[in-house]
């Protein structure tokens, strides 16, 4: 089935260390995005990429850095520098990325630090 | 820049009632608008887009919305709520021809449904 796929979903951390969070679509979408949602927070996008190699900043993008290797491919890592880096991350893909196409959201990964 | 409120944050039907969930968005032409569904713990789905033309827009699951340049807003309805639309609502505006700039999201709005 075409989809996107996110790994793993529930990750335990202890604070200090760097983790790295998958996230692989088979839908041949060009564009492809990092959110992190917390309660009442609603959706905040951390990192955006429209083609392969290349990405762009969201609105939360500090202490998070993506790559953007292959297309199918956009992994997350979560560093040291983030504070509050407990939450659940949402992975998702459009066809080209621009404004008016549906984007298509992973299952979600929970990461909780400790 | 664009911006996108849902003024309630929970809401609570009985199950057969009707629902109505509000979105208010701040932007100065029309913008393209969606609304997602989320069940816990999953990712969002897509319930349905308006981008111009016919003002009520219907989607999947029985939703429709209807768009109000006047009063700036997008509100998702039902006839008739079941117990499977328990879930979190999030609103998300697009600006037109702006290229590839992503969706805002509202904070969402968490319906119960009770029997």
């Known amino acids: 089935d075409g989809g996107i796929t996110q790994s793993p979903k529930y990750l335990f951390r202890k604070e200090g260390q760097n983790v790295t969070l998958s996230c692989e679509q088979n839908l041949n979408h060009d564009a492809m995005y990092w959110y992190r949602q917390d309660p009442g927070q609603g959706l905040r996008l951390i990192y955006y990429s429209q083609i392969v190699n290349d990405f762009q900043k969201g609105d939360i993008a500090e202490g998070y850095s993506v790559s953007r290797e292959k297309k199918e491919s956009f992994p997350l890592t979560v560093t040291s520098a983030q504070k509050n880096p407990t939450a659940f991350y949402l992975c998702?893909?459009?066809?080209?990325?621009?404004?008016?196409?549906?984007?298509?959201f992973g299952e979600g990964s929970w990461l909780t630090v400790v | 820049a664009q911006s996108v409120t849902q003024p309630d944050i929970h809401i609570t039907v009985s199950e057969g009632a009707s629902l109505e969930l509000r979105c208010n968005y701040s932007y100065g032409a029309t913008p393209y608008l969606f609304w997602y569904v989320q069940s816990p713990g999953q990712g969002l789905q897509l319930l349905l887009k308006y981008f111009s033309g016919d003002t009520l827009v219907q989607g999947i699951k029985g939703f429709e919305a209807e768009f109000k340049r006047s009063q700036s807003s997008f509100n998702l309805r039902k006839p008739s709520v079941h117990w499977s639309d328990a879930a979190e609502y999030f609103c998300?505006?697009?600006?037109?021809?702006?290229?590839?700039?992503?969706?805002?999201f509202g904070k969402g709005t968490r319906l119960s449904v009770i029997a």
């Open positions: 998702a893909s459009s066809i080209d990325g621009k404004t008016g196409n549906t984007i298509y």
């Open positions: 998300a505006v697009g600006v037109p021809f702006s290229g590839n700039t992503p969706l805002v």
